[in-house]
């Protein structure tokens, strides 16, 4: 089966950092992708970890520990518009990017 | 550049009506293709996916089908529909053996069933 858990709601300050935890159990697994969703709009690509580390990109970084089954998206110096939906999606198939989403972290970040 | 097409944007129909939803993508060959549910205030549920013309893998029993008849064309589908199959649908694409190469979705179709 596959499970994937995420933090279903965090709240953080504009220009703090924030930590989007995701811990995942599927049956299999070829890399782990992260993508953004505002309300009422489709997702958009953050990133994508096969091997384990850390991919910096700008403000938005992105962890990944296949044999802990866990990841995690790092926001630096958030913004407003950094309030959305953070989706954690692992590809679980072996190529065929057949991903498969969590439930999703809505991100509120305040003045 | 590939692009992603999918429409009507939104859609209300009554119980017991057919769906028809159409994708079709632009700059790619021999993509895969996807369709995602996702309810309100939820995930997203894939559904069904396609590596090739006339191949479609179903994840979840419904009451919905999919049908790729070309090769940049995927195509959801409902003979009569449920209160259940409201929702935000979504079709996506990657490019077939990338493995991370994940495509773009598609803007979206809220299917509103009354």
């Known amino acids: 089966g596959q499970n994937i858990d995420q933090p279903t709601e965090m709240t953080a300050t504009e220009g703090a950092i924030v930590q989007i935890n995701c811990t995942y159990q599927?049956?299999?697994?070829?890399?782990l992708f992260w993508y953004q969703q505002h309300a009422g709009e489709a997702p958009t690509f953050l990133s994508y970890n096969v091997l384990d580390g850390l991919e910096e990109k700008g403000r938005f970084s992105s962890f990944l520990s296949r044999s802990k089954g866990y990841s995690y998206l790092l926001l630096k110096e958030l913004q407003m518009k950094d309030s959305a939906s953070y989706l954690c999606a692992p590809d679980t198939s072996g190529g065929y990017n057949k991903l498969i989403f969590g439930a999703g972290t809505r991100l509120a970040v305040h003045p | 550049s590939q692009t992603i097409h999918q429409w009507p944007a939104t859609l209300v129909q009554p119980v017991g009506s057919p769906l028809s939803l159409e994708c079709t993508v632009e700059?790619?060959?021999?993509?895969?293709l996807y369709w995602y549910r996702q309810a309100a205030g939820r995930g997203l549920q894939l559904l069904f996916y396609s590596v090739g013309i006339g191949q479609i893998s179903s994840e979840v029993p419904q009451n919905l089908s999919a049908s790729r008849p070309q090769d940049r064309q995927f195509i959801l589908s409902s003979k009569k529909l449920l209160l259940s199959d409201s929702g935000f649908y979504l079709c996506?694409?990657?490019?077939?053996?990338?493995?991370?190469?994940?495509?773009?979705f598609g803007s979206g179709t809220r299917l509103t069933v009354v």
């Open positions: 599927t049956s299999g697994f070829n890399g």
């Open positions: 700059g790619t060959s021999n993509p895969n």
């Open positions: 996506a694409w990657s490019v077939h053996g990338g493995a991370g190469v994940f495509g773009t």
